[in-house]
């Protein structure tokens, strides 16, 4: 059953970049680069998501601030599309270890909500590296914050150097087990700080030949 929701259904999200190989300078670390996001999906706009470096280069943060799914229908889902051009330095390389999902729930009995989020880089040709998923569920009478960790056993990788695009592709969706109409089910991944509903910790390597 849960598979089947999972393929399904397409926080703060925390993403811990690994080393890959020998560690960089600082000097370097901050040489990366993060362009304007460009943001797609039925779920969020342009205005309602934020992306976020820190100003030494190490994390960023994801700001969502109209990311939320109420319905009563037996199962319906929104998604968000987030692109964030990033430029590596020659002979560097980042991958994402780890993902933590953050949002909130209430349901009824007999049905579940759904968090998740996909991660890849795409370099300027278009040519994808293997992206890896990340996803929580909640089952029967629920009401309260959701988060949820889920270690990579093999890092989603970027190319290496250059410009590219780390593609991070979420979803919140909702699903009734009940044949008769119940009542309204909410998820939402809106972010409820400063913290962003997304944040990631950077490290950078050089690149394995």
Known sequence: MTKRIFLIFFGVFQFTFLASA??????????????QARIEGQGCSQETVQFVPSPDGGSFSILFTDYTLESKRSFEAKSCRILVPVRLPRGQQIAIESTDLRGFMALPAKSYGIL??????????GKAKLGRWASTWVRGEFLDEVFHREYFKKPVESFCSG???LEI?????????????????????????????????LRSVECQN
């Open 163 to 165: 410009q590219q695009w």
């Open 22 to 35: 020998q560690e960089v300078s600082k000097e370097d670390l901050d040489r990366i680069e993060f362009g």
């Open 116 to 125: 998740g989020a996909h991660s890849r880089f795409i370099n300027s040709t």
């Open 169 to 201: 592709y979420t979803y919140v969706g909702q699903m009734s087990l009940q044949r008769k109409k119940s009542a309204t089910r909410m998820v939402t991944m809106d972010s409820v700080d400063s913290a962003g509903s997304i944040r990631g910790a």
